[in-house]
Structures are given as structure tokens and as C-alpha cells.
């Protein structure tokens, strides 16, 4: 395997974390019988029954009720979620897509994957996947970081 599926494959699952946490904020909110559990986990917040951005939009709202987070943090961790949940998809459905750097006479110096996505506020953005990589781990060590604080309050 080469260093590129190991990144995506990282970040693909450093994503699955996140969403795991939000599901089991939502379901220990929600405080159902043992027996029920396992529904709540794998039918109720599967993801073909209610998807990741319906999901947001009930951490949210409960987040209202709970004030678990104050309403400027929560806009940064959902634009973070967000942010995490976009270079996912980008990877997952990506071209495989490189940038070649040359030097004076035309030779490749360099060759990077590249990933393009559009970012929560609409524009258009194509980076380099090892700088991707930095800044999702950035945001996924602060996002994982602030639900676990709020999954030990609960």
C-alpha cells in the first residue's frame, strides 16, 4: 500500500470516529432502555436511515437545550465537522489526480496527489493531499477532543 491510501484510509476512518461520537452523544441524550440500544445504534442513527447532515442538524438542536457548547464554539466545530466530512467525501470519490512540479529545464522535480472540494462556504478549493492530511488532523484532534468532553459530561 502506498503512502496515498494509507492518508485516505486514515482520514476515512478518523471521519467514521467522529460520526460514531456524535451517534452515541445522540443516543446517550436520549437515554434508552438497555434492550433498546442496540436499535438506537445500528438502525436508528444507521446512516441510510438518517444521514450525517440530519445528524448535525440534532446535535444542534440539542445542543440548544443542553448548552453543552456555546453557540460561537458550536459554529466552529460543525464548520470543522464539516470541514472533516467534505475531504472525506473528496477522497472517497476523488480522481486520482496529481500536480507535477518541474524545475527550470522541464524535468519532474515532484509529483503530489491533489484533492479538490468545495468548502461550507461554496468555494471552490484543490490542495495538496499532504497539506490536506495536516489540517484534517489539526481539526480532527479538536473536534474528537471537544466530543469526548462532552460524551464524559453526559
Known amino acids: 500500500m502506498n503512502d496515498k491510501n494509507n492518508i485516505v484510509g486514515d482520514i476515512i476512518l478518523k471521519f467514521n470516529e467522529v460520526e460514531f461520537y456524535l451517534k ?3 443516543i446517550k441524550y436520549l437515554n434508552p432502555k438497555k434492550e433498546q440500544e442496540r ?4 438502525i436508528l442513527f444507521n446512516n441510510s436511515i438518517i444521514n450525517f447532515n440530519s445528524k448535525i442538524k440534532l446535535f444542534k438542536n440539542i445542543n440548544f437545550d443542553e448548552k453543552w457548547i456555546e453557540s460561537k464554539d458550536l459554529r466552529n466545530l460543525i464548520d470543522d465537522i464539516h470541514y472533516l466530512n467534505n475531504i472525506r467525501n473528496s477522497l472517497a470519490h476523488a480522481q486520482n489526480a496529481v500536480e ?3 524545475d527550470e529545464v522541464g524535468e519532474i522535480k515532484n509529483i503530489y496527489q491533489i484533492i479538490d472540494f468545495f468548502k461550507p462556504n461554496g468555494e471552490f478549493n484543490i490542495l495538496r493531499l499532504n497539506e490536506v ?3 484534517f488532523n489539526e481539526k ?3 473536534v474528537k477532543t471537544i466530543l469526548l468532553k462532552i460524551h464524559k459530561k453526559m
Open 24 to 26: 452515541h452523544i445522540m
Open 39 to 42: 436499535f438506537y445504534s445500528q
Open 100 to 102: 507535477l512540479e518541474k
Open 133 to 135: 492530511y495536516i489540517k
Open 140 to 142: 480532527h484532534k479538536k
